[in-house]
């Protein structure tokens, strides 16, 4: 960098600009003082070369340039565009090639950690839940946070250890990265903008990180305003979307007035028209519509219908309330739930519930009101086809591109942490017809009525799932194996390690034994982890989840079987194998038959308006398609017939 000469200050002052010391300016050997006009300087100035074109959408270039700006104390780098400023820059480093057009104010005042350390009072709107957000939070971590409040050495430790991160990055200069984008914006205060940014009619951004890449951009829209925040890779914000006091995850979508705030959302959640206010968004935290709230809870792989709501405040001693949805859970069109209440891992709530249900021990199970009655048909879940849709869908959708994945998720439907509720729900069903008589019209547990045919099928249904569970950990690691005798496939049956075995959690996306976890905390609280070492070990349960499943599963397999996997016999692994494929065909025939239902006379009500039945019918499959001919339906069909050729492949190998 050199200072500017005599004639460079003169050509400068004709083109209309001014400055409080011409010699706090410097700039780069290859400066072009044309490209600078109407601009004011004040402050230390660093400005590098005007060489390039910039193109704008609709086909127009621009030269990079300064003009109708004033800049206060800033570091400019080559190619940078920057024109129509209406008050000032103040206080930061931008980078190359970013353009700057028709924005209010771009500053940063005094000392700033750019929205990490900021405290979230998250699912708790009375307190004692606030997370210290940071640039790197991860669901996994952010779990511990939230639901381990008991440990407070533990607390303590990692949250001193994201304050010394927030102060480690606190500056009185802003950041403003390469290829950056801010066109027609309002104030942006104390906000670090990472490379590649998109920000475009945005209304104000203050106190907070957006930390886009090049390989990952965030856009930010139209009427957009965000306070106290960390916006994370990939995310899209626009159309006059509210973020108050957020962590936003990679790949999430905010559009069509959504209002955020006090909430923790992680990867690929998506919010529109509607209003979330203390939650832990979880992976996957979905609502569309209009009228729906989520408030005060937990989820994770929610779909959310239109009207959805919860009630926090039961207006005696504030709104001190909060709920638990496990992964997998929907609710429907106008649902309500009275906090608190938990429940199960992908079921399905419909209508209004004020009882304070408790069904954690009873995954893919239907809450549904009755005469303000909750009543729950346990496991029907897991036969619909919406179920197994969304399982598929989820990993599609995965919108993160950034190279650095914040979060860790596993998208199985089946995996022990469901399956050890399936084997609790069967045994609590068990247990309710030995305690209130096996022909009870209706049974009651935890606030809830369950009725005596959906008991039957409930515990029919939860045998299926855990039988295709085991035979698939089973069928798997056969496969894998090599063998030539009873005595080698024993070998190949024995787990890796012991490590698995018991009860499993799920870390908001990440499934991982308790025990692991436990492990992980205690290292935490002796202080000999990192931020970075923290999140190494998320991603080591994640990539050994497999070798844990197996370990848990066998152990299962060997209570089944009544002796230890050294001492398994061919006849028992082929009934294993044998009851797998029965399990497996069961349970998608009752996917195939639900499939049919949206097919039938009822579905093609309001088709072919005009017409007779059969301009209804040929309406309806010029739109819809025909059963045979649904791709959904000839997967199911698919799956069927690969299930079963991979069960016969299995039993010829154990022959």
């Given at each position: 960098m050199r200072n500017l000469t005599a004639t460079e200050i003169q050509q400068l002052q004709q083109q209309g600009c001014t400055a409080t010391d011409w010699r706090t300016i410097t700039v780069s050997d290859d400066f072009d003082a044309q490209y600078v006009q109407d601009a004011h300087f004040s402050g230390k100035i660093r400005l590098g070369a005007f060489r390039k074109m910039i193109d704008l959408p609709g086909g127009l270039q621009i030269h990079s340039s300064i003009a109708h700006a004033r800049i206060h104390n800033c570091e400019i780098e080559d190619d940078v565009h920057i024109w129509n400023v209406h008050n000032y820059i103040a206080n930061y480093h931008i980078g190359q090639g970013t353009c700057i057009e028709n924005v209010n104010a771009i500053l940063v005042d005094g000392k700033t950690s750019f929205g990490n350390g900021v405290r979230v009072p998250v699912m708790n709107e009375g307190g004692g839940r606030e997370i210290p957000i940071f640039d790197h939070l991860s669901?996994?971590?952010?779990?511990?946070?939230?639901?381990?409040?008991?440990?407070?050495?533990?607390?303590?430790v990692v949250t001193k250890m994201i304050d010394d991160y927030a102060e480690s990055v606190s500056s009185t200069m802003g950041e403003i990265g390469e290829q950056v984008h801010i066109l027609n914006c309002g104030s942006i205060k104390n906000v670090r903008i990472g490379d590649y940014a998109q920000i475009a009619g945005t209304s104000r951004l203050k106190n907070g990180s957006v930390n886009s890449n090049a390989a990952a951009p965030v856009k930010l829209g139209s009427g957009v305003k965000c306070t106290d925040f960390i916006i994370s890779s990939g995310v899209e914000i626009a159309d006059s979307t509210l973020v108050d006091k957020c962590f936003v995850?990679?790949?999430?979508?905010?559009?069509?007035?959504?209002?955020?705030?006090?909430s923790l959302f992680f990867s690929n959640c998506q919010g529109m028209h509607g209003e979330a206010c203390?939650?832990?968004?979880?992976?996957?935290?979905?609502?569309?519509?209009?009228?729906?709230?989520?408030?005060?809870?937990?989820?994770?792989?929610?779909?959310?219908?239109?009207?959805?709501?919860?009630s926090n405040h039961m207006y005696k001693l504030g709104p001190i309330h909060q709920g638990v949805a496990e992964r997998g859970a929907k609710t429907t069109s106008d649902s309500y739930l009275l906090w608190p209440s938990k429940i199960g891992a992908f079921s399905l709530v419909m209508g209004r519930h004020t009882h304070h249900a408790d069904t954690g021990e009873m995954p893919f199970s239907y809450l549904i009101e009755n005469n303000s009655e909750t009543y729950v048909v346990p496991g029907a879940n897991l036969r619909t086809v919406g179920t197994i849709r969304d399982a598929q869908k989820w990993p599609k959708r995965d919108n993160r591109k950034d190279t650095n994945l914040l979060d860790?998720?596993?998208?199985?439907?089946?995996?022990?942490?469901?399956?050890?509720?399936?084997c609790q729900g069967r045994s609590l069903l068990e247990q309710l017809q030995a305690e209130q008589g096996e022909y009870t019209e209706e049974y009651t547990y935890g606030n809830c009525r369950i009725r005596n045919s959906s008991l039957y099928h409930g515990?029919?249904?939860y045998r299926i799932g855990i039988t295709k569970f085991l035979g698939n950990s089973l069928i798997s690691r056969i496969e894998k194996g090599q063998f030539t005798s009873i005595d080698e496939l024993r070998a190949v049956l024995k787990p890796d390690s012991e490590t698995g075995k018991g009860e499993w959690i799920d870390l908001a996306g990440l499934l991982a034994p308790k025990?692991?976890?436990?492990?992980l905390m205690d290292e935490i609280q002796q202080g000999r982890l990192t931020l970075n070492d923290i999140q190494e070990r998320f991603r080591q349960m994640h990539a050994n989840y497999y070798s844990y499943e197996w370990t848990w599963a066998l152990d299962k397999l060997e209570q089944q079987w009544g002796c230890q996997v050294d001492q398994v016999t061919i006849q028992q692994l082929r009934e294993t194998v044998e009851a797998w494929k029965e399990a497996v065909v069961s349970l998608d025939r009752m996917v195939y038959e639900d499939a049919k239902k949206e097919f039938d006379l009822n579905s093609q009500t309001g088709f072919g308006v005009d017409g007779d039945a059969s301009q209804r019918q040929a309406d309806f499959e010029s739109v819809r398609g025909s059963f045979d001919n649904n791709p959904f339906v000839q997967e199911v069909l698919a799956h069927i017939e690969r299930k079963t050729q991979l069960g016969d492949k299995i039993l010829r190998m154990l022959n």
């Amino acid at each position: 960098m050199r200072n500017l000469t005599a004639t460079e200050i003169q050509q400068l002052q004709q083109q209309g600009c001014t400055a409080t010391d011409w010699r706090t300016i410097t700039v780069s050997d290859d400066f072009d003082a044309q490209y600078v006009q109407d601009a004011h300087f004040s402050g230390k100035i660093r400005l590098g070369a005007f060489r390039k074109m910039i193109d704008l959408p609709g086909g127009l270039q621009i030269h990079s340039s300064i003009a109708h700006a004033r800049i206060h104390n800033c570091e400019i780098e080559d190619d940078v565009h920057i024109w129509n400023v209406h008050n000032y820059i103040a206080n930061y480093h931008i980078g190359q090639g970013t353009c700057i057009e028709n924005v209010n104010a771009i500053l940063v005042d005094g000392k700033t950690s750019f929205g990490n350390g900021v405290r979230v009072p998250v699912m708790n709107e009375g307190g004692g839940r606030e997370i210290p957000i940071f640039d790197h939070l991860s669901a996994h971590l952010a779990y511990i946070l939230t639901l381990y409040r008991h440990r407070t050495e533990l607390i303590n430790v990692v949250t001193k250890m994201i304050d010394d991160y927030a102060e480690s990055v606190s500056s009185t200069m802003g950041e403003i990265g390469e290829q950056v984008h801010i066109l027609n914006c309002g104030s942006i205060k104390n906000v670090r903008i990472g490379d590649y940014a998109q920000i475009a009619g945005t209304s104000r951004l203050k106190n907070g990180s957006v930390n886009s890449n090049a390989a990952a951009p965030v856009k930010l829209g139209s009427g957009v305003k965000c306070t106290d925040f960390i916006i994370s890779s990939g995310v899209e914000i626009a159309d006059s979307t509210l973020v108050d006091k957020c962590f936003v995850g990679q790949g999430c979508i905010f559009d069509k007035h959504y209002s955020a705030g006090e909430s923790l959302f992680f990867s690929n959640c998506q919010g529109m028209h509607g209003e979330a206010c203390a939650i832990f968004a979880g992976p996957y935290t979905v609502t569309h519509h209009k009228s729906t709230l989520l408030i005060a809870g937990m989820f994770s792989f929610l779909n959310a219908g239109s009207g959805s709501n919860q009630s926090n405040h039961m207006y005696k001693l504030g709104p001190i309330h909060q709920g638990v949805a496990e992964r997998g859970a929907k609710t429907t069109s106008d649902s309500y739930l009275l906090w608190p209440s938990k429940i199960g891992a992908f079921s399905l709530v419909m209508g209004r519930h004020t009882h304070h249900a408790d069904t954690g021990e009873m995954p893919f199970s239907y809450l549904i009101e009755n005469n303000s009655e909750t009543y729950v048909v346990p496991g029907a879940n897991l036969r619909t086809v919406g179920t197994i849709r969304d399982a598929q869908k989820w990993p599609k959708r995965d919108n993160r591109k950034d190279t650095n994945l914040l979060d860790c998720i596993n998208f199985n439907l089946l995996s022990p942490y469901t399956v050890q509720k399936m084997c609790q729900g069967r045994s609590l069903l068990e247990q309710l017809q030995a305690e209130q008589g096996e022909y009870t019209e209706e049974y009651t547990y935890g606030n809830c009525r369950i009725r005596n045919s959906s008991l039957y099928h409930g515990l029919d249904l939860y045998r299926i799932g855990i039988t295709k569970f085991l035979g698939n950990s089973l069928i798997s690691r056969i496969e894998k194996g090599q063998f030539t005798s009873i005595d080698e496939l024993r070998a190949v049956l024995k787990p890796d390690s012991e490590t698995g075995k018991g009860e499993w959690i799920d870390l908001a996306g990440l499934l991982a034994p308790k025990t692991v976890v436990s492990a992980l905390m205690d290292e935490i609280q002796q202080g000999r982890l990192t931020l970075n070492d923290i999140q190494e070990r998320f991603r080591q349960m994640h990539a050994n989840y497999y070798s844990y499943e197996w370990t848990w599963a066998l152990d299962k397999l060997e209570q089944q079987w009544g002796c230890q996997v050294d001492q398994v016999t061919i006849q028992q692994l082929r009934e294993t194998v044998e009851a797998w494929k029965e399990a497996v065909v069961s349970l998608d025939r009752m996917v195939y038959e639900d499939a049919k239902k949206e097919f039938d006379l009822n579905s093609q009500t309001g088709f072919g308006v005009d017409g007779d039945a059969s301009q209804r019918q040929a309406d309806f499959e010029s739109v819809r398609g025909s059963f045979d001919n649904n791709p959904f339906v000839q997967e199911v069909l698919a799956h069927i017939e690969r299930k079963t050729q991979l069960g016969d492949k299995i039993l010829r190998m154990l022959n």
